[in-house]
Nanobody, 127 residues
Framework: QVQLVESGGGLVQPGGSLRLSCAASGFTLDYYAIGWFRQAPGKEREGVLCISGSNGSTYYADSVKGRFTISRDNAKNTVYLQMNSLKPEDTAVYYC????????????????????WGQGTQVTVSS
């Protein structure tokens, strides 16, 4: 049974950092792309990062480029999202997801390409 579990969210001040984890079970991470999505209150869920299968190619949305880093530890079957220089507009529930594809789309993670989702973890950036 495919399962994704996010952790690491919380409350942080602007300019601070958080590291989110996405622990996978029921499948081997290095064969599939993993996307990170976020959904702010009153807004649609948006794809912000993706990491491909074992070759590790990545996609970053412009809104997070230079501040967020996605990485994977295949031995732990876990993907990480390091978030630095956080801004209030980063406040959202963050979700990791996977689907049938090995590579990330060059146009960013698309909701329809992902079949399995974690429960989400809340990130709040506020002073």
């Amino acid at each position: 049974q495919v399962q994704l579990v996010e952790s690491g969210g919380g409350l942080v001040q602007p300019g601070g950092s958080l590291r989110l984890s996405c622990a996978a079970s029921g499948f081997t991470l290095d064969y599939y792309a993993i996307g990170w999505f976020r959904q702010a209150p009153g807004k649609e869920r948006e794809g912000v990062l993706c990491i491909s299968g074992s070759n590790g190619s990545t996609y970053y949305a412009d809104s997070v480029k230079g501040r967020f880093t996605i990485s994977r530890d295949n031995a732990k079957n876990t993907v990480y999202l390091q978030m630095n220089s956080l801004k209030p507009e980063d406040t959202a529930v963050y979700y990791c997801a996977t689907g049938p594809y090995y590579y990330c789309s060059a146009y960013g993670p698309n909701l329809g390409d992902y079949d399995y989702w974690g429960q989400g973890t809340q990130v709040t950036v506020s002073s």
